[in-house]
């Protein structure tokens, strides 16, 4: 089957989806806002924001701190 370049995109960015889903979820089990998150990760709101939407890619760095502040470990962030 050929792919269209919409298609490819999609494929392309929903491993940063199921990502930054799992954050929403772990960070939502804890009862924190995202701005709880990002301070305790020490990054921005906003940018925390774009990593659960997807719409942002982690750099291992930033996963480690987000780990860290919820308290999981790296490998904890990829499963469900």
């Not at 924190?32 to 940018?47: I, K, N």
């Not at 291992?60 to 790296?74: F, M, N, S, W």
């Amino acid at each position: 089957m050929k792919q269209t370049g919409n298609e490819r995109a999609y494929e392309d960015l929903a491993h940063r989806r199921a990502f930054g889903d799992r954050v929403r979820e772990l960070r939502k089990e804890r009862g924190w806002t995202q701005e709880v998150l990002a301070e305790a990760a020490g990054m921005g709101r906003g940018y925390l924001a774009e990593i659960e939407g997807g719409r942002r890619a982690a750099t291992i760095d930033t996963i480690h701190r987000i780990a860290i502040a919820l308290g999981v470990t790296i490998a904890d962030l990829f499963t469900s």
